[in-house]
């Protein structure tokens, strides 16, 4: 079936005399396909994608926000990185997208991580950081205490204050301190999606809202 399919396209390609890059996505046995076809050199591709299309979860306008502490553990489980401008992008062209937004804490003396946050706004993320602080505790032998720069609460302000500006909330956390946000949201019929790994999302995360694990997209947003 597939490759009648492709032979097909193939054809009417160049029996139209298609002159650029044709690039689609298309869906056989509950699998998702991709092909390329560029006519000047005659060459056609055809590959399995397991990319899954996020568009079909959302309605109207979308607002991203992204929990940046509970993402970097997901990326050590992967084992793979995320391209911060490959996932605007792709919110980009799956969704009508008004903002997306970064909450993080930050070092001050750590100039590689404010040089990232930098890159971050430049390139069109809003960015929320929170220093970190140091917490003395006695108890704590080693160190005498412990750093924190928690910023869930920032992102939970914002989420709300902005909900008359977007239709659809999107969450890259799988922190389970953000139910009643969700719950909140839905309450006022926002469409909720989660974006996390299957280690690092809570079930009351899962319960509230769609569920798509990273894993899903890493063609899409992998750092190469």
Request: charged share 30%; aromatic share 18%; net charge positive.
């Amino acid at each position: 079936m597939v490759i009648k399919f492709v032979f097909t396209l193939y054809k009417f390609l160049k029996f139209n005399n298609k002159k650029s890059l044709v690039y689609m996505y298309f869906y056989i046995n509950y699998k998702y396909y991709n092909i390329i076809y560029i006519n000047d050199i005659n060459v056609i591709s055809l590959k399995l994608n397991h990319f899954i299309m996020i568009n079909k979860f959302l309605k109207g306008k979308v607002a991203v926000f992204i929990d940046a502490s509970n993402i970097y553990f997901s990326q050590k489980t992967l084992g793979w990185k995320i391209d911060f401008r490959k996932l605007l992008d792709y919110f980009k062209s799956e969704c009508n997208l008004i903002k997306i937004s970064f909450y993080s804490s930050i070092n001050p003396e750590n100039k590689k991580e404010r040089k990232f946050h930098d890159f971050l706004e430049i390139i069109g993320y809003i960015v929320k950081h929170k220093e970190i602080k140091f917490i003395k505790n006695e108890e704590e032998e080693k160190f005498g205490g412990h750093h924190k720069g928690n910023i869930d609460v920032d992102l939970t302000i914002d989420a709300v204050y902005f909900k008359d500006s977007y239709d659809s909330f999107v969450l890259l956390s799988g922190d389970g301190d953000f139910e009643s946000l969700i719950k909140f949201l839905k309450s006022y019929n926002k469409y909720c999606l989660v974006i996390s790994t299957k280690d690092h999302v809570s079930i009351e995360l899962i319960r509230q809202a769609k569920f798509i694990d990273f894993k899903k997209l890493r063609n899409e947003i992998e750092l190469k």
